[in-house]
């Protein structure tokens, strides 16, 4: 049995209208809309859809994801965290591809001491290109 925490899912971008029955059937199998819900109520001021779940297996959607990823759809998702679990942002975009990150609570992104650490204490790679 999986942990199950709360997690918001984002769908935003253009979606192409072929894909709009499956993706509509594939929420309905995630539980995330139920028999009569219109779509449409789902959608923020900004004309982005907007779900949460405060039950979501590990705080993830994975099928869902690897589905919108796979078809092009960008989304954003935020889990929260629970006992040594932290808090993680996921954001999907085409042009940039998929990036999962530490957060807070709150979405904000956080990065390790250590990482810090490691970047003072390399030396940095550039090259200069004087005039000769």
């Known amino acids: 049995m999986s942990d199950r925490y709360h997690a918001r899912l984002e769908i935003g971008g253009p979606i192409p209208p072929h894909i709009l029955p499956e993706l509509i059937s594939t929420l309905r199998a995630w539980g995330l809309l139920y028999g009569s819900d219109k779509i449409g109520s789902f ?17 993830q959607f994975p099928d869902l994801e690897d589905w919108m990823e796979k078809n092009g759809i960008e989304f954003d998702r ?6 040594d ?3 993680i942002s996921r954001h999907f975009r085409r042009d940039l591809g998929l990036v999962e990150r530490r957060c807070d609570e709150d979405g904000h992104a956080q990065v390790r001491r250590d990482e810090v650490v490691d970047a003072l204490q390399t030396p940095p790679r550039w090259t200069t290109s004087a005039p000769r």
Do not use: I, M
Not at 43 to 59: C, I, M, R, S
């Open 43 to 59: 959608v923020n001021e900004q004309g982005v859809l907007v779900f949460q779940d405060d039950q979501a297996p590990y705080g």
């Open 78 to 83: 935020h889990s929260s965290g629970w006992f």
């Open 85 to 87: 679990t932290p808090p």
